[in-house]
């Protein structure tokens, strides 16, 4: 690890080469994303019943034959790069065999699932338990580089598009982030919870859904700045070996 420490250059110069700033885009990004999916849990609560079933009550059968066929698609495409993701890790830290990999991440995938069986939240509490040693080796990770803690805060408050492309990598952010399929999904989890059937009860679950919401997407939010900035530092290094180079000069903070 060490040859990656030592560089010099600005960590805002390596956003530039990189045509935009993922860390202020991803800001407004989540806020967006807080609104939408707090929208769908309204929607949940107060109706008791979820997105999907008010599109099949509400839409003819072409429309929802429409929602359907993308919001699958959008589900294979967010799920093919994950696995993919997740394959070439395990070879990198394992030398385990690409597709290899694949298998034990699908497998992995299937096994999660069976634990809804035990109830919606111990799933719940095991995938937070994930989300949080994950969040514990980024921020080991950051740490251990230690970016410029200047640059890093005015790449998360100063959003920008520059050069060509720009337009497309915030778009591709935009969709990684607010992902239609999970606002169906949000809308459904939150009707496992007990909810008061009153004015009362409906409002502070409403409010408590936008809370956990919100927290939600801020650990998100820490842990995409946590791998950017990682990123960042990583690839100036002044040391960085040719093959590094390369590796860096293919990099997509998206």
């Not at 530039?16 to 609560?45: D, E, F």
Request: hydrophobic residues 50%.
């Amino acid at each position: 690890m060490n040859e990656y420490l030592g560089g010099t250059k600005s960590f805002q110069t390596y956003l530039a080469h990189n045509r935009l700033s993922p860390l202020g885009l991803n800001q407004s990004y989540a806020s967006w994303t807080l609104i939408i999916q707090s929208l769908a849990a309204n929607l949940g609560v107060s109706t008791g019943k979820y997105l999907a079933e008010h599109c099949k009550a509400e839409y003819p059968i072409f429309v929802k034959l429409c929602l359907w066929i993308l919001a699958e698609l959008v589900v294979i495409t967010a799920d093919i790069p994950e696995v993919i993701r997740m394959a070439f890790a395990l070879n990198i830290l394992f030398k385990i065999p690409v597709w290899v990999g694949v298998l034990c991440t699908g497998c992995s995938t299937l096994l999660l699932l069976d634990l809804q069986k035990y109830g919606v939240r111990k799933l719940e509490f095991l995938i937070a338990i994930l989300v949080f040693i994950m969040a514990a080796c980024f921020f080991g990770e950051l740490s251990y580089v230690k970016p410029p803690a200047k640059e890093v805060m005015k790449g998360m408050f100063v959003p920008k598009l520059k050069g060509q492309g720009a337009t497309g990598d915030a778009i591709a952010l935009l969709g990684a982030l607010v992902m239609p399929h999970n606002l169906f999904l949000h809308s459904a989890l939150v009707l496992s919870r007990k909810i008061p059937n009153s004015v009362r009860g409906i409002n502070d679950a409403c409010r408590y859904f936008l809370i956990e919401s919100g927290f939600a997407l801020f650990v998100a939010f820490l842990i995409n700045v946590a791998v950017i900035s990682v990123s960042g530092t990583v690839c100036l290094a002044d040391d960085l070996s040719s093959e590094n180079e390369d590796s860096c000069s293919d990099l997509t903070l998206n």
